[in-house]
């Protein structure tokens, strides 16, 4: 075939485990909940930063480090972040993947997440706990939209691998993993209930 495809941007997306999601997901649901209550800064600046929403971003961004929960959260996503470096044929040089940073995302109606990327890590990803019927998922921009110059529209319908834009569903109990550069954002929440996410950055250093 004369047209090879190149530069490929590798999303890796599955279920966080087989078994168990309904109510592993209760307990971290609960915790996100005493967590916002108790976290005083986290929601002084959410009001400013991330309006009708709660992030614990800007306050406890290492929940790994002090909740069991989380802890296993951790463990968990650690296997999956390992098999999405070895796809990526990333050489680690003996150096072993590890979580830098794990906060809570809590969107009622109304909330959104602005186009962003994850700077100082590699590897960042999304693991759902609350996904209500209708809720926007995430949304990933072409890495290379800024260099299109003179590049006319895209066809109505296209192949998934000329998309501009890509959006992955939230479902609740999947893991998305992305390289920390690329860009994404979450568009607004416009059902009725709350969507909690926890978003995370690893390094390999």
């Given amino acids: 075939m004369p047209v090879r495809l190149h530069f490929p941007t590798y999303i890796h997306c599955e279920p966080l485990q087989k078994t168990g999601l309904a109510k592993f997901n209760d307990e971290l649901a609960t915790e996100c909940d005493q967590l916002r209550a108790f976290d005083t800064d986290g929601r002084k600046w959410s009001e400013q930063n991330y309006p009708g929403g ?3 971003y ?7 480090r002090f909740s069991s929960t989380f802890e296993a959260l951790e463990r968990k996503l650690t296997k999956h972040v390992k098999a999405y470096a070895k796809a990526l044929d990333f050489d680690l040089r003996g150096a072993d993947v590890h979580m830098t940073d794990c906060w ?10 602005g186009l962003h990327l994850h700077p100082l890590s590699f590897i960042s990803g999304t693991y759902y706990v609350q996904t209500p ?8 921009e072409d890495p ?9 529209p895209r066809r109505a319908k296209v192949r998934p691998e ?10 609740a109990g999947n893991v998305i993993l992305f390289e920390s550069w690329l ?5 607004a ?16 250093r």
């Avoid at 809570?104 to 997440?113: A, F, K, S, Y």
């Avoid at 860009?183 to 568009?187: I, K, L």
Wanted: some cysteine; overall charge negative; glycine content about 6%.
């Fill in 54 to 56: 709660y992030t614990s």
């Fill in 58 to 64: 800007a306050s406890m961004n290492q929940l790994h």
């Fill in 104 to 113: 809570v995302n809590m969107m009622p109606p109304g909330t959104t997440h």
């Fill in 133 to 140: 019927g209708g809720c926007p998922g995430i949304k990933f």
């Fill in 144 to 152: 290379r939209l800024d260099r299109f110059m003179a590049a006319p």
């Fill in 162 to 171: 000329n998309e501009i834009f890509v959006t992955y569903p939230a479902e």
């Fill in 183 to 187: 860009r994404h954002e979450v568009p």
């Fill in 189 to 204: 929440n416009q059902v009725t209930e709350e969507r909690i996410s926890i978003s995370f950055n690893y390094d390999w």
